[in-house]
Nanobody
Framework: QVQLQESGGGLAQPGGSLTLSCAAS????????MAWYRQSPGWSRELVAQ???????RYADSVKDRFTISRDSAKNTVSLQMNNLKPEDTALYYC??????????????WGQGTQVTVSS
């Protein structure tokens, strides 16, 4: 059984920083991509940043040059460093990973979400 556990998040002032972390655990044979998504009330869930197994990275245009995704493949973790936060970054942030559990093939898993609120 695979689980994604997020940590970090909370309240930050505009211009401030926060770091989100996510750890995958359980029956893991291999992890392809790891990513962060976010969802605000009334909006669809959107991709924030993604890192592939070979290190290819992509960001949403709205967070480029402010957010940095990093991955530790040995520890099955992914982090999101968020700088120069803006009120529009307020959302529930979800960790996502494409994981092969050794029996069922690759499947996308989601964390439970962690709230980020940017407000003065």
């Amino acid at each position: 059984q695979v689980q994604l556990q997020e940590s970090g998040g909370g309240l930050a002032q505009p211009g401030g920083s926060l770091t989100l972390s996510c750890a995958a655990s359980g029956s893991i044979l291999s992890i392809a991509s790891m990513a962060w998504y976010r969802q605000s009330p009334g909006w669809s869930r959107e991709l924030v940043a993604q890192v592939g197994s070979a290190g290819a990275i992509r960001y949403a245009d709205s967070v480029k040059d402010r957010f940095t995704i990093s991955r530790d493949s040995a520890k099955n973790t992914v982090s999101l460093q968020m700088n120069n936060l803006k009120p529009e970054d307020t959302a529930l942030y979800y960790c996502n990973a494409d994981i092969h559990d050794g029996s069922s093939g690759f499947k996308y898993y989601w964390g439970q979400g962690t709230q980020v609120t940017v407000s003065s």
